[in-house]
């Protein structure tokens, strides 16, 4: 092996070590506002709908079966 080799694999261990943290912690940081944005859309759609004893979230009234 060279040493050439051996020193890439060494630095390569040692930059995956160090930044794997720094990148999962951004990747929750960003599902995180992703979910936050999406709830607070669906919280704005929920409220522009005209209420309804019938069906509160989306309006339409529910037929009897027989």
Known sequence: ????????A?????LLR???PDVRICLR?????GVRIGA???REQSRS???NPQNPVTGE???EVR
């Open 18 to 20: 160090v930044f794997v």
């Open 29 to 33: 940081r960003l599902a995180g506002a």
């Open 40 to 42: 607070a859309e669906l």
């Open 49 to 51: 709908l005209p209420p």
């Open 1 to 8: 092996m060279n040493h050439d080799v051996a020193w890439h």
């Open 10 to 14: 060494v630095t390569a261990a040692a």
């Open 61 to 63: 009234y529910q037929q």
